[in-house]
């Protein structure tokens, strides 16, 4: 009954972050996390196995004032002139 509890505030807190302008990619990086594994998350298809620390990690992340920039780029995709 707690994970479920601790499941719905992942998901509402995932929720409440996107509606802020973080996207999923900017979320699991700073959670260090795949994208795919945050998808899961908000779609209730899988349950983090250190529920507590990640929903510490989201409070942490609510509270900063810049969003990163939305879109991504991974090292080496922009060519340079």
């Given amino acids: 009954m707690i994970l479920c509890k601790l499941m ?9 972050l996107q ?3 973080w996207t999923v990619a ?3 990086e ?7 594994t945050l998808d899961k998350w908000r779609y209730g298809e899988r349950y983090p196995a ?8 989201l409070d ?3 509270t900063k004032k810049r969003i990163p920039k939305q879109r991504r780029y991974t ?6 002139k």
């Fill in 8 to 16: 719905n505030d992942i998901q509402e807190k995932l929720n409440e």
């Fill in 19 to 21: 509606e802020k302008g």
């Fill in 26 to 28: 900017a979320l699991a």
């Fill in 30 to 36: 700073e959670l260090g996390q795949a994208r795919v």
């Fill in 50 to 57: 250190n529920a507590k620390a990640i929903m510490a990690m």
């Fill in 60 to 62: 942490g992340i609510s």
């Fill in 75 to 80: 090292k080496g995709s922009k060519a340079t």
